[in-house]
T-cell receptor
Framework: DGGITQSPKYLFRKEGQNVTLSCEQN?????MYWYRQDPGQGLRLIYY???????QKGDIAEGYSVSREKKESFPLTVTSAQKNPTAFYLC????????????FGEGSRLTVL | GNSVTQMEGPVTLSEEAFLTINCTYT??????LFWYVQYPGEGLQLLLK?????DKGSNKGFEATYRKETTSFHLEKGSVQVSDSAVYFC?????????FGAGTILRVKS
């Protein structure tokens, strides 16, 4: 089945630790995205990538980093510089960056203790 | 800047009731408009879309019409089911980014 796989589904970390969230897609999509979801705030764009080896900052990139070394993979690292990292993180992909039809993974819930 | 405003929830309805979730947007030009749905424990799924003024998007009994005059894209369904309980997000696309509203929780009671 084609789709997007995020892992882990739940993650607990201590303050000051970097964590990496995995996102893999087998849809052969060029574009990939990371969103953060907080209660009452909808989804906010962290980073996006239109093509392999290229990515751009979204609206709330501070404290996060990404890489896009392979078409299928777009991992997100939440660094210790992110002031409020506890949130639900959603990865998405689309055929290209022109379409608004995004396919989402099931999300990763990060809790920083 | 570009933004989307949705009615606050939660919206609680009985089965077979009529549903309206309001969505208005602020944007320069004519963005494409979308409704996404998030069922419990899942990621978002595209529900419907409209790309120009007066277009009507429809899917699974849901409809929304792109109204340029009122900058709105309200979601409607004539008869909701318990299985429609979810969070609904309105979104607009400008350039290569999607901008989402805060989401509206819908609860349908049997």
């Amino acid at each position: 089945d084609g789709g997007i796989t995020q892992s882990p589904k739940y993650l607990f970390r201590k303050e000051g630790q970097n964590v990496t969230l995995s996102c893999e897609q087998n849809l052969n999509h060029d574009a990939m995205y990371w969103y953060r979801q907080d209660p009452g705030q909808g989804l906010r764009l962290i980073y996006y990538s239109q093509i392999v080896n290229d990515f751009q900052k979204g609206d709330i990139a501070e404290g996060y980093s990404v890489s896009r070394e392979k078409k299928e993979s777009f991992p997100l690292t939440v660094t210790s510089a992110q002031k409020n990292p506890t949130a639900f993180y959603l990865c998405a992909s689309s055929v290209d960056s022109d379409t608004g039809e995004l396919f989402f993974g099931e999300g990763s819930r990060l809790t920083v203790l | 800047g570009n933004s989307v405003t949705q009615m606050e929830g939660p919206v609680t309805l009985s089965e077979e009731a009529f549903l309206t979730i309001n969505c208005t947007y602020t944007a320069t030009g004519y963005p494409s408009l979308f409704w996404y749905v998030q069922y419990p424990g899942e990621g978002l799924q595209l529900l419907l879309k409209a790309t120009k003024a007066d277009d009507k998007g429809s899917n699974k009994g849901f409809e929304a019409t792109y109204r340029k005059e009122t900058t709105s894209f309200h979601l409607e369904k004539g008869s909701v089911q318990v299985s429609d309980s979810a969070v609904y997000f309105c979104a607009l696309k400008k350039g290569n980014k999607l901008v989402f509203g805060a989401g509206t929780i819908l609860r349908v009671k049997s």
